[in-house]
């Protein structure tokens, strides 16, 4: 990558980009520490089957985003592109008019949740003497998709305005209470109804909080005039396409689990979400990456759109020098982690998904790089049409991995399915968003060689062995991305950062 772009981010404003991501991937750091220290508690309070369908709950309200047509995600792109065009005197209307589609639309998915709750139990197998509590459960979460919808809207907006200050300020309470919300019902009952309350209650909290906030930086009502027909035709054209992949990527996502819970019983989603739940919190990193990094890329491109090639290598060093490190301790340190967190059982049957996961995850942030890159140039149809090529692919192995070999199967599936989307991404992102070979064979490269070593490790027995090997390959990644990822200037703005640090 050494010499394949220009320079895109200027001096000034490298210490603005550091800046938001600290509190972008900082910010969410406690909510981890809760984690780390709820889950064994609430497994022990609880039982396996309440916390696996708590995971379930858990995956349920970040999921109901899918009932916002894409407008979150659309709001983010068209707020920055007007802004970076210098047309902040339409940001008001366009943020009103989506604001009010978006209330309906909560309006329309809290409903439909509430029809489909009993079909959704039995799907899930829910042993009957939690049947009651589920289904009061599920039609808790049913009244709070409105405010959902609402906080990814207003979250969008602010995130265009760069204040990741604020954003985080509100997102870092309500992801400790996710967590910790739970524990403080605990003395109380154990029931999985008065648990999910607690959840649903910090969400309605955190959208006020989000208004407030929103209506401040705008510096007036946030909704004012009647929707503008123009502008909900421009949300929707690239918002629809949005669902799309609000609807299918979620769902590829968080499918796996719904397949265990049916396939091998509520016990094994709790083996299998426990590892889960700790790897899918490294999507800090790429969430808070690209939180920054979108609404930057969608400004550039509305006044210089051959920075493609730039910002994909950008994103990909940020990546890579980011959860390298953090994906190599999991694999290395799975099994003793799991048995001093959970328990050895846990450790028994959950070391190996954990470390596949991480893998998997690890190759997903190569993959949100080129998805925001093509997302950023308003080709979200392309992203769409990808992940409904991927979708039946991914169904039939996930049943056949998982009937074959359990939730190792349905881990390796979900590992294997990253790679797809990969690759196919990155394919599109020289088609679309016109990616010079140079900077897609140099990235492809990057993460091939970091999985390479990763998958490595895998078949290492010995713990103490695989830490050895593990900190040679650190040793290796970090020399050669020093040496080849790394460009001078890369290098120059970290001896500099050294140096002040030094005289500190």
Not at 327 to 333: K, R
Request: proline fraction near 4%.
């Amino acid at each position: 990558m050494t010499g394949s772009t220009e320079r895109v981010v200027p001096r000034a404003a490298g210490s603005s980009l550091m800046r938001n991501l600290s509190y972008n991937i900082f910010g969410q750091l406690l909510p981890l520490i809760v984690a780390a220290v709820s889950i064994p508690m609430l497994i022990r309070h609880i039982g396996n089957d309440r916390f696996g369908l708590l995971t379930i709950a858990w995956m349920v309200v970040g999921y109901f985003n899918l009932f916002d047509l894409g407008l979150g995600r659309a709001l983010t792109k068209l707020v920055a592109d007007r802004l970076g065009a210098a047309r902040a005197a339409e940001v008001a209307p366009l943020v009103s008019t989506g604001l009010v589609l978006m209330i309906g639309l909560g309006t329309v998915g809290a409903i439909t949740v509430a029809f489909a709750t009993p079909a959704l139990t039995a799907l899930l197998r829910v042993p009957a003497q939690y049947r009651d509590e589920t289904v009061n459960a599920f039609y808790l979460l049913a009244l709070s998709i409105p405010a959902v919808i609402l906080t990814t809207g207003l979250r969008g907006v602010l995130e265009a305005y760069q204040r990741f200050d604020i954003t985080n300020a509100v997102r870092t309470p309500l992801g400790l209470w996710t967590f910790g919300g739970p524990l403080c019902v605990l003395p109380f009952s154990t029931r999985l109804d008065w648990i999910v309350l607690s959840l649903v209650a910090g969400r309605l909290v955190s959208v006020c909080v989000y208004w407030h906030f929103a209506a401040r930086q705008l510096g007036t009502r946030l909704i004012g005039a009647a929707p503008d027909r123009t502008v909900c035709k421009e949300l929707l054209s690239f918002g629809g396409w949005m669902t799309v992949s609000n609807i299918v990527s979620p769902l590829m996502v968080y499918m796996d689990r719904f397949f265990i819970g049916a396939l091998l019983g509520t016990s094994a989603v709790a083996f299998y979400t426990t590892p889960y739940e700790v790897v899918f919190k490294l999507n800090i990193v790429s969430e808070g990456l690209f939180g920054v990094l979108f609404p930057m890329m969608a400004s550039r491109f509305v006044v210089d759109r051959s920075q493609s090639a730039a910002m994909l290598t950008l994103g990909s060093k940020l990546i890579a020098a980011c959860l390298f490190p953090l994906v190599l301790g999991i694999v290395a340190l799975a099994e003793p982690f799991l048995g001093l967190w959970v328990g050895p059982a846990f450790a028994l049957h959950s070391a190996l998904v954990m470390q596949l996961l991480a893998i998997g995850l690890f190759v997903n942030g190569f993959s949100k790089v080129a998805f925001n890159l093509i997302q950023a140039h308003g080709r979200a149809d392309v992203t769409a049409k990808l992940h409904l090529i991927e979708l039946p692919v991914y169904v039939l192995a996930l049943v056949l991995l998982t009937r074959h070999a359990g939730i190792v199967g349905a881990a390796a599936g979900w590992a294997m399915r990253m790679l797809l989307d990969a690759g196919l991404l990155y394919w599109m992102s020289a088609r679309v968003a016109h990616v010079g070979p140079r900077a897609i064979r140099d990235t492809v490269a990057l993460a091939l060689g970091a999985v390479a070593l990763l998958c490595g490790l895998l078949f290492v027995p010995m713990l103490t062995a695989r830490i050895g090997l593990a900190a040679v390959a650190l040793s290796v990644f970090g020399w050669v991305f020093w040496r080849t990822v790394m460009n001078d200037d890369d290098r120059s703005a970290v001896m500099q950062i050294a140096r002040r640090s030094r005289l500190r």
